[in-house]
């Protein structure tokens, strides 16, 4: 995962598990080295506490927007931290 070659790509596809794993190398490694244009996150609910560290790893990536979806309900909201609240 160099940075010339992540950068060489206009779709990078990769977890958050080598996210983390990219991160523990340090700041400028792997999916850190580059700033993003956009990051698509699937499965939102695995980054929606904000004290996490998949959280805040996601937020330390450089990138101009960053699209959060999911296709399970964030039944607590956002943070995982408000009650639910039936309109």
């Given at each position: 995962?160099?940075?010339?070659?992540?950068?060489?790509?206009?779709?990078?596809?990769?977890?958050?598990?080598?996210?983390?794993?990219?991160?523990?190398?340090?700041?400028?490694?792997?999916?850190?080295a580059v700033t993003w244009?956009?990051?698509?996150?699937?499965?939102?609910?695995?980054?929606?506490?904000?004290?996490?560290?998949?959280?805040?790893?996601?937020?330390?990536?450089?990138?101009?927007?960053?699209?959060?979806?999911?296709?399970?309900?964030?039944?607590?909201?956002?943070?995982?931290?408000?009650?639910?609240?039936?309109?």
């Amino acid at each position: 995962r160099k940075k010339s070659s992540l950068e060489d790509h206009d779709i990078v596809i990769a977890s958050y598990a080598t996210m983390l794993a990219d991160a523990a190398k340090g700041r400028k490694a792997g999916l850190s080295a580059v700033t993003w244009a956009r990051i698509v996150c699937d499965e939102a609910h695995q980054v929606r506490n904000a004290d996490s560290k998949t959280f805040k790893e996601l937020s330390n990536l450089s990138r101009t927007y960053c699209w959060i979806l999911t296709g399970t309900p964030i039944v607590n909201g956002i943070s995982g931290k408000t009650k639910r609240e039936d309109t």
